[in-house]
Every structure is written in structure tokens, then in C-alpha cells.
């Protein structure tokens, strides 16, 4: 079958090839776009200074009172 001139072989290896190509192309931006996106987040985090980890220390670090933490866990093992 000839399709504009070329054997259908010829015209599907060039289309497996072009569709190669898109995929390459679409792979690298993706790529490039996450890379920026992630350092210009640990940039802004920088800038930002030691205040922007504060929340995430307090978070993290937060006392228990031994009481409420032990009925907790009776509470937990009796249901």
C-alpha cells in the first residue's frame, strides 16, 4: 500500500520514530519543570529564613502528658 509516495513500512517507521521523539521531548520538560519547581521551593524556604521552620519544629516536638498518654493507650486496648 503506498501512502503519499512511500512504502506503509517507511511510513510507520518514521511515525514510531516521531512518537519517540514527542515522548523524549515531553520526558525532558517534565523533568526540567520539577527541577525548577523544587529548587525554587528549597530557595524560597531559604529566603524565608529560620522562621519558616519553626511551625514544623513545633509540630514535631510536643510534650505529652504521661496521664493522658497512658488512658489513651487503656482507652485503645479496651475498645
Given at each position: 500500500?503506498?501512502i503519499?509516495?512511500?512504502?506503509?513500512?517507511?511510513?510507520?517507521?518514521?511515525?514510531?520514530?516521531?512518537?519517540?521523539?514527542?515522548?523524549?521531548?515531553?520526558?525532558?520538560?517534565?523533568?526540567?519543570?520539577?527541577?525548577?519547581?523544587?529548587?525554587?521551593?528549597?530557595?524560597?524556604?531559604?529566603?524565608?529564613?529560620?522562621?519558616?521552620?519553626?511551625?514544623?519544629?513545633?509540630l514535631?516536638?510536643?510534650?505529652?502528658?504521661?496521664?493522658?498518654?497512658?488512658?489513651?493507650?487503656?482507652?485503645?486496648?479496651?475498645?
Open positions: 500500500m503506498q503519499l509516495g512511500t512504502d506503509q513500512n517507511d511510513a510507520d517507521a518514521l511515525c514510531k520514530r516521531l512518537a519517540g521523539n514527542d515522548l523524549s521531548v515531553a520526558y525532558a520538560l517534565l523533568r526540567i519543570t520539577l527541577g525548577i519547581n523544587i529548587a525554587l521551593h528549597g530557595i524560597s524556604r531559604i529566603l524565608a529564613g529560620p522562621a519558616s521552620f519553626v511551625g514544623a519544629v513545633e514535631l516536638a510536643k510534650p505529652f502528658d504521661d496521664e493522658a498518654l497512658l488512658e489513651s493507650v487503656r482507652a485503645a486496648l479496651e475498645s
